[in-house]
T-cell receptor, first 115, second 111 residues
Framework: EAQVTQNPRYLITVTGKKLTVTCSQNMNHEYMSWYRQDPGLGLRQIYYSMNVEVTDKGDVPEGYKVSRKEKRNFPLILESPSPNQTSLYFC??????????????FGPGTRLTVT | GNSVTQMEGPVTLSEEAFLTINCTYTATGYPSLFWYVQYPGEGLQLLLKATKADDKGSNKGFEATYRKETTSFHLEKGSVQVSDSAVYFCALLPTGNQFYFGTGTSLTVIP
C-alpha cells in the first residue's frame, strides 16, 4: 500500500530536550516536505526536499532541522524544542514537477506538545 | 509575495444544499492551484487541482475553475452530503517548489 508513515503519532516532551520525528514514504517520491498545522493559521511549510541531499527552507524553518540521506526518509529534528513548537506536524511526499502532478500524499500527523 | 486567502468558516449546511468555498490567491507567474480535504483525525488528501488558467478541476462532485483574471479558485458542489463534512484547504504552488496553504474552512453537513 502506498503510504507516508510518521512516528511517533503523539509526543509530549519538555523544553530543550532534543527530539526527532521520523517520516518515511514507499512511493519512490523525490519531493518530501514538513508542515505544521496551527488553529487559524492553516498549514505552513517548514522545510522541503527535492531530492537526496537537497533541502530548502519553507515559511517557518526556525528551530527545526531536516536531513535527506535516503530517498524514502525525511526526519524532522527539533534540537531544543520550545512551547511555541507545540503543534500538529505533517510529512508529505509527491512526485517531482516534471510529471506535472505535484499531488502530495500526507502522513497521518504527529501531535507534539512541549511543556 | 505568495499567499492564499480562504473563506472564513465554519460553514454549516443542510444535506443537498449548494456549497461554495471562496479562495483567492496572490502569486507571480502561473501557479498551480489545489484543493485538499482533511477528514477528522487524518492527514490531507488531494481533492482536485488545476495547473493553468481556465482549467477546471473536478472530483467526487466537487469543482473549481482556475480564474486568472480574478485570481480565484472557488470550490463548489451542487449537493453536499453528510460525508462531505471535513476541513477544506486551498493551496498554491507558484513557480518553484514551495507550497502555500490557506487557513482551512470547516464544513459541517447536517441531515
Amino acid at each position: 500500500e502506498a503510504q507516508v508513515t510518521q512516528n511517533p503519532r503523539y509526543l509530549i516532551t519538555v523544553t530543550g530536550k532534543k527530539l526527532t520525528v521520523t517520516c518515511s514514504q514507499n512511493m519512490n517520491h523525490e519531493y518530501m516536505s514538513w508542515y505544521r498545522q496551527d488553529p487559524g493559521l492553516g498549514l505552513r511549510q517548514i522545510y522541503y526536499s527535492m531530492n537526496v541531499e537537497v533541502t530548502d527552507k519553507g515559511d517557518v524553518p526556525e528551530g527545526y532541522k531536516v536531513s535527506r540521506k535516503e530517498k524514502r526518509n525525511f526526519p524532522l529534528i527539533l534540537e531544543s524544542p520550545s512551547p511555541n513548537q507545540t503543534s500538529l506536524y505533517f510529512c508529505a511526499s509527491s512526485s517531482d514537477g516534471t510529471s506535472g502532478s505535484y499531488e502530495q500524499y500526507f502522513g497521518p500527523g504527529t501531535r507534539l506538545t512541549v511543556t | 509575495g505568495n499567499s492564499v486567502t480562504q473563506m472564513e468558516g465554519p460553514v454549516t449546511l443542510s444535506e443537498e444544499a449548494f456549497l461554495t468555498i471562496n479562495c483567492t490567491y496572490t502569486a507571480t507567474g502561473y501557479p498551480s492551484l489545489f484543493w485538499y480535504v482533511q477528514y477528522p483525525g487524518e492527514g490531507l488528501q488531494l481533492l482536485l487541482k488545476a495547473t493553468k488558467a481556465d482549467d477546471k478541476g473536478s472530483n467526487k462532485g466537487f469543482e473549481a475553475t482556475y480564474r486568472k483574471e480574478t485570481t480565484s479558485f472557488h470550490l463548489e458542489k451542487g449537493s453536499v452530503q453528510v460525508s462531505d463534512s471535513a476541513v477544506y484547504f486551498c493551496a498554491l504552488l507558484p513557480t518553484g517548489n514551495q507550497f502555500y496553504f490557506g487557513t482551512g474552512t470547516s464544513l459541517t453537513v447536517i441531515p
